[in-house]
Nanobody, 124 residues
């Protein structure tokens, strides 16, 4: 079993920046893909960004491309999401997730483990 814990959320004004971190603990898997999803009240869970173990594959949703950057430090078992130029529509709970099969899927059902989430609120 793998545990994922997100941190770094908070309240920020539009145009500001936040950096989210995800720490993995417990049993780990070889070459897992890590991703960030988000979910706003009354909306479906939405893919945000993903990166494979080696860093050779990254993916972003169109809504965040150019503003968000995913990174990982495998030695520290952490994944980060740098969020710049935040917009009110970015307001959501952000979740870290792990796809142990590294399929490249952006579908939430493909991901095996999830963190508890961290709240990001962007004011107008």
């Amino acid at each position: 079993q793998v545990q994922l814990v997100e941190s770094g959320g908070g309240l920020v004004q539009a145009g500001g920046s936040l950096r989210l971190s995800c720490a993995a603990s417990g049993r780990t898997f070889t070459n897992p893909t890590m991703a960030w999803f988000r979910q706003a009240p009354g909306k479906e869970r939405e893919f945000v960004a993903a990166m494979n173990w080696s860093g050779t594959y990254t993916a972003y949703s169109n809504s965040v491309k150019g503003r968000f950057t995913i990174s990982r430090d495998n030695a520290e078992n952490t994944v980060s999401l740098q969020m710049n130029n935040l917009k009110p529509e970015d307001t959501a709970v952000y979740y870290c997730a792990c796809d142990k099969l590294s399929t490249g899927s952006q579908y939430y059902g493909q991901f095996d483990y999830w963190g508890q989430g961290t709240q990001v609120t962007v004011s107008s």
